[in-house]
């Protein structure tokens, strides 16, 4: 059975700092991997996606994940923190051709000005 | 180019009563997703289905919940006799072809509190 771990629940950082999420997760075969943005009272937004090739993804609104097979993790990172970055961020696995991902529970960014 | 729409936003139901979800996909979709949200939790897959069809329910409770999606209207999620450990939130979402994750656009949500 596949499984998504994401170890914080709650990330701080000051406007304008950088930026690193944790994702590891556990499946037999490569995975499919994702990244989305929960802004409050909002649905999920896809921020990126992993399925093969360049194991360095880019996203939209600046963001870019790095998929480590040798560690089984997909790391979000950004350069610089916005305010309105300020959301809960999920990370999903999937298996090839299904559509039932595995969430984490999430990780709470908190942008200070 | 409306995104899918969920209705109500918030719902409010005494413990024992009946709660209903709305789901209306994006134009031209006609696979429906439904999810739940429990607190402090990731989203958990609930119930797939097409126009007039259920194609995987693996993810719903056994008892009290249904869902359907009529081949005019919105996709229903009932629950009856609601109780407090149903107080989530439940996303929808939808997509053009049975595809994978990718190609699911989420709606924002109904978050329904059991008192």
């Known amino acids: 059975a596949q499984s998504v771990t994401q170890p914080d629940i709650h990330i701080t950082v000051s406007e304008g700092a950088s930026l690193e999420l944790r994702c590891n997760y556990s499946?037999?075969?490569?995975?499919?991997l994702f990244w989305y943005v929960q802004s409050p009272g909002q649905g999920l937004q896809l921020l990126l996606k992993?399925?093969?090739?360049?194991?360095l993804v880019q996203g939209i609104k600046g963001f870019e994940a790095e998929f480590k097979r040798s560690q089984s993790s997909f790391n979000l990172r950004k350069p610089s923190v916005h305010w309105s970055d300020a959301a809960e961020y999920f990370c999903?696995?999937?298996?090839?051709?299904?559509?039932?991902?595995?969430f984490g529970r999430g990780t709470s960014l908190i942008v200070h000005p | 180019n409306a995104g899918v729409m969920q209705n109500p936003r918030h719902l409010v139901r005494r413990r024992g009563q009946e709660a209903r979800l709305r789901c209306s996909p994006m134009?031209?979709?006609?696979?429906v997703y439904w999810y739940r949200q429990l607190p402090e939790e990731g989203l958990k897959f609930m119930v797939y289905?097409?126009?007039?069809?259920?194609?995987?329910e693996s993810g719903m409770p056994k008892e009290r919940f249904s869902a359907e999606f009529p081949k005019e209207g919105p996709s229903i999620l009932r629950i009856q006799q609601v109780v407090r450990g149903d107080s989530a939130a439940y996303f929808c979402?939808?997509?053009?072809?049975?595809?994978?994750?990718?190609?699911?656009?989420f709606g924002p949500g109904t978050r329904l509190t059991v008192l």
């Open positions: 979402a939808s997509s053009p072809t049975s595809g994978g994750t990718d190609t699911q656009y």
């Open positions: 499946y037999g075969a490569t995975p499919y």
């Open positions: 992993y399925f093969s090739g360049d194991t």
């Open positions: 999903a696995v999937g298996a090839r051709g299904s559509y039932i991902p595995t």
């Open positions: 134009k031209g979709h006609s696979h």
């Open positions: 289905l097409q126009k007039e069809n259920i194609i995987d």
